[in-house]
């Protein structure tokens, strides 16, 4: 059986950061995601997505995502069901992260004011614990544009071909 769900959207909230007894961060958000189609009256809706982190994924979505992020989750489809306070039962589907990227720009308005990133264009890659619990984003030297002669002729030799 499958399943698994691959997601792009914006942060419709703040990421909403708990731990637990157990030392274990929790971290609750919602994302919009658009449809592909567009209704009778030309406008495009969205889909409102409950997402749930835990761990290192979760202290990351809190350190570098605020409303308005555009961000990329890889995770699976998630019920449960709980009582309230009043008794009541009430059922919730989420989808839970595996891995969560960042897709704003560095230095971006919805990023202001937050610390650098790891990479050169977009924030770490989330999707586990990384090595050394206490470690901080490295700063990854910027390489020159590998594409900047792509109107120029390609000079590939027989022996990089695969087949």
């Known amino acids: 059986m499958i399943n698994r769900v691959v997601l792009v959207g914006r942060q419709t909230r ?4 708990r731990v637990t007894q ?4 929790i971290s ?3 994302l919009a995601v658009n449809r592909p189609f567009t209704g009778q009256n030309g406008e495009r809706g969205a889909d409102f997505i409950n997402c749930i982190a835990f761990r290192k994924i979760a202290e990351n979505i809190n350190q570098y995502v ?5 961000v990329g989750i890889d995770g699976r489809i998630q019920t ?3 009582e309230n306070k009043k008794g009541d039962r009430v059922y919730v589907t989420e989808v839970v992260c595996d891995s ?5 720009p560095k230095g971006s308005n919805n990023n202001q004011g937050q ?8 924030g770490p890659p989330v999707g586990g614990e990384a ?5 901080k984003p490295q700063q990854t030297k910027r390489e020159e544009n590998p594409f900047q002669n792509a109107d120029g002729p390609v000079d590939i030799d027989d022996s990089d071909l695969p087949f």
């Open 22 to 25: 157990n030392n274990i961060s």
């Open 80 to 82: 449960r069901n709980y």
């Open 131 to 135: 090595k050394g619990s206490n470690s």
């Open 100 to 104: 969560v990227q960042f897709l704003d």
């Open 28 to 30: 609750n958000f919602n």
């Open 14 to 17: 703040d990421p909403d950061l």
């Open 115 to 122: 610390q650098q990133q790891s990479n050169q264009r977009y």
């Open 66 to 70: 605020r409303k308005g992020s555009l």
